[in-house]
């Protein structure tokens, strides 16, 4: 009877082959069993499933509690009170990632996608920023959102928590500096060590929250006084969990590398030595990544886009390997680097540094006269760039013709010059594909000798910016080409177009300046385009390209190529950069792959693996971001600390129903002016016009607005900056209601 029922399972399991190939005693597949318990229509317990299947033998039954625990832990199935065990999906349930908000709610983000679920801050008692739970849906809040109560907590995210020490009464705790965790953290009674009150800590969590009791901390290490020098550096990369110390392993294995390449990988490989390849960086860089060579060949262009051979040195599976993967990418703080890779690498043997042989792969690519792509190929080479240049130093080549500067670099500049006319070329295909080109203002922070800030500076970009960006994003195309040539899983830069919601948003605001987006549904780059060009020479240009960007989502990586929506492009991979990026040194092992003649059925990365190190490697990219962003205001408020009461100009940024964020003009730090700040009048927001209103006076403040403010608080726990107005009177009529204005006279 038992052999009978086993048999039915093993002929019902559509994927039991592969879970032979996997498993020396298969288990019925996870596919199998979602199917099965559907098909029953109620849950199962573990028994009763065992007894359906025939399945007695001890070691198969661990195995499929195993697996119906594993399943379990990732979402796809729920146990009841009984032991049942049900699909997810089936029991009007929710798995998905935490994020938590400041003022103590959260939201849970489905792991198949959709509207996220509003969490009260009762909910978010029992979790942390970053747990992973199931949920169901209990209603709908006042604003409409959909409403989720926990049930069951699948996986914990936070394993240590960086904050500052506090003492009260007797009691012991951390204020966490990562304002999603919106819980402090308690201190055993004997977890406090050494630390002291108001000194910046990292504890570990012994104790998780539960909806009875907050999470419970024993502290790991103190980093240092609240104010000292580089604390908001420490603090950012312990807060984000950004990896620093290099494990013994990987130290062992870059620890033969010196900055000579050995003779034996220069063999078979195409010689460039001779070739008039630079690099082109900024004054600061230290790892330089790409070189470039321009030539004309009659009516067409021949460019060479040479990368670092990172993939060379780091193969898969070592310790070296299994870091960078951790790592994702090298993350850059205002004074300091955490690379993706040690020095060794990516200061040293792998950086393209002029005048020493360097391994490279090198992307050849041949432009008619319209700056249309038509041929490209990849090869391994072995280069010798010729010259280190910054982007001052090119452009005052190519761009402002110095004499001196040309003189100086004579036997380059036929070569630069060709290759600022194939720019100009490239430029101007881009403007015609619609490539989409936001005018956003970076800045650079320079330090004094205390290592304060001294001043924040906004950053220039020139031709050579621009030169350096065309060619990458060539290169690019070329490898994304490459991949769907040869029908390689590989990793893309995809980046969708509009919501639905985010388009209906966008569409109202414009409505109200008169303006239109076309395109219907399913706008193009080219509609935004042509927006941005109407509006260029209107004063409140700068408010309507805001608003129009932030209707655009997050570039993200995924081996389903969807295209780039702000580059115009139906196909883009990352490949300029392997030594700071993992996606590009996983597209160059894709190459190297196919250069080698492996087919793509042998390429021992898959679809699912890639689909894992796509998500993962855009969240150590969001991860990087946040860090960074964290530092930078942390250091902007401590640059501000001694400038409370001084006035200064500025434009207002962003409008929430709290108040108005305002940048300082010439200073580039932003700040709060509180809804309460604002002259006696009660203020209503409008999301759709990005505008705050007052109902008795009609005063009317308006993303994009010119105001005079105050600084009259500064909070560095916080990272907060407030300020007040000056002027609450404006003389620019604009401020007040009007009706939709239509486009500009010319003339």
Same mark, same amino acid.
């Given at each position: ?270 010689? @460039?030595? *001779?070739?008039?390849? +630079?690099?082109?960086? =900024?004054?600061?860089? &230290?790892?330089?990544? #790409?070189?470039?060579?321009? %030539? ?122 060709? @290759?600022? *006319?194939?720019?100009? +070329?490239?430029?101007? =295909?881009?403007?015609? &594909?619609?490539?989409? #080109?936001?005018?956003?203002? %970076? ?136 030594? &700071?990026?993992?996606? #590009? ?163």
């Amino acid at each position: 009877m038992t052999q009978k029922k086993q048999a039915a399972w093993r002929r019902m399991d559509p994927h039991l082959s592969r879970e032979q190939e996997k498993y020396g005693r298969p288990s019925p597949s996870r596919e199998f069993i979602l199917h099965y318990l559907e098909e029953r229509g109620m849950p199962l317990t573990l028994g009763e499933l065992c007894a359906d299947w025939g399945i007695d033998d001890a070691v198969e039954i661990e195995a499929l509690s195993r697996r119906l625990r594993a399943m379990e832990r990732d979402g796809q199935l729920i146990r009841n009170r009984r032991e049942g065990y049900g699909p997810v999906a089936k029991m009007n349930l929710v798995p998905g990632r935490v994020i938590g908000h400041p003022e103590g709610h959260g939201f849970l983000i489905p792991d198949e996608g959709g509207d996220s679920l509003f969490l009260s801050p009762r909910q978010m008692r029992k979790l942390l920023h970053g747990d992973r739970a199931v949920a169901r849906v209990i209603g709908v809040d006042y604003r409409g959102r959909r409403e989720g109560a926990v049930v069951e907590v699948l996986e914990r995210n936070t394993a240590t928590v960086v904050g500052r020490f506090c003492e009260e009464r007797g009691a012991c705790f951390i204020i966490p500096d990562n304002k999603r965790i919106n819980q402090d953290i308690m201190v055993a009674a004997d977890g406090r060590g050494e630390a002291r009150a108001g000194q910046i800590v990292i504890a570990e969590l012994i104790e998780q929250p539960s909806s009875q009791s907050r999470p419970l901390g024993r502290i790991k290490e103190v980093l240092g006084e609240h104010m000292a020098p580089g604390m908001e550096v420490r603090i950012a990369i312990a807060s984000h969990g950004i990896p620093v110390d290099w494990p013994d392993a990987v130290t062992a294995e870059v620890g033969h590398c010196d900055e000579t390449v050995p003779e034996a990988a220069k063999q078979g490989r195409w010689d @460039l030595r *001779e070739t008039p390849l +630079v690099t082109i960086d =900024g004054i600061t860089a &230290r790892d330089f990544d #790409d070189a470039v060579y321009c %030539e004309r060949r009659g009516a067409n262009w021949r460019l060479l886009v040479a990368i670092a051979d990172v993939s060379w040195y780091v193969r898969p599976g070592t310790a070296l390997d299994q870091e960078a993967r951790k790592r994702g990418n090298s993350v850059y703080f205002p004074d300091r680097a955490i690379p993706m890779l040690p020095e060794a690498l990516s200061n040293g043997l792998c950086s393209l540094k002029p005048e020493v042989d360097r391994l490279c792969m090198v992307c050849e690519m041949t432009f008619n006269a319209e700056g249309r792509m038509i041929r490209s190929r990849f090869a391994e080479a072995v280069m010798r760039s010729h010259a280190r240049l910054t982007y001052d130093t090119a452009a005052a080549i190519v761009a402002d013709r110095d004499p001196h500067v040309r003189g100086e670099y004579a036997a380059l500049v036929p070569h630069l010059d060709r @290759l600022h *006319e194939l720019y100009q +070329v490239l430029r101007v =295909g881009r403007e015609q &594909r619609g490539a989409m #080109d936001f005018d956003t203002q %970076e800045t650079v922070i320079e330090y004094g000798a205390d290592r304060k800030i001294e001043r924040i500076m906004p950053t220039e970009r020139n031709d050579a910016h621009r030169l350096i960006e065309e060619c990458m994003i060539a290169a690019n195309v070329a490898a994304a080409r490459f991949l769907q040539r040869n029908k390689l899983p590989g990793l893309y830069r995809i980046h969708d177009g509009p919501s639905e919601d985010r388009l209906n948003k966008l569409r109202a605001f414009l409505g109200e300046l008169g303006l239109g987006l076309s395109g219907g549904e399913k706008p193009t780059p080219r509609d935004y385009t042509r927006v941005l060009e109407r509006v260029r020479d209107r004063p409140d240009a700068h408010l309507i390209q805001t608003v129009m960007l932030r209707s655009l989502a997050q570039a993200t990586y995924s081996p389903a190529n969807a295209g780039h929506f702000g580059l115009a492009l139906e196909a883009y991979a990352h490949f300029t950069s392997p030594i &700071r990026r993992y996606p #590009d040194l996983q597209v160059h092992r894709a190459i190297r792959h196919a250069l080698g003649g492996g087919k793509a059925a042998e390429f021992p990365y898959s679809h699912a693996d890639l689909i894992g190190l796509g998500e993962h490697c855009s969240t150590t990219e969001r991860r990087a971001d946040e860090a960074v962003r964290d530092a930078v205001e942390w250091l902007k408020c401590e640059f501000m600390l001694d400038k409370i009461g001084q006035v200064y100009d500025g434009v207002i940024t962003g409008v929430t129903g709290f108040g108005l964020f305002v940048e300082l003009s010439g200073v580039y730090v932003e700040g709060l002016v509180h809804v309460t700040a604002l002259r006696n009048d009660y203020y209503q927001f409008d999301p759709v016009g990005h505008r705050l209103r007052g109902e008795r006076s009609g005063q009317v403040y308006r993303l994009g607005d010119s105001l005079r403010v105050r600084v009259v608080r500064v909070d560095l726990d916080e990272r907060k900056i407030d300020f007040e107005l000056v002027e609450t009177e404006r003389r620019d009529e604009s401020r007040r209601v009007r009706g939709p204005r239509g486009p500009r006279k010319k003339g």
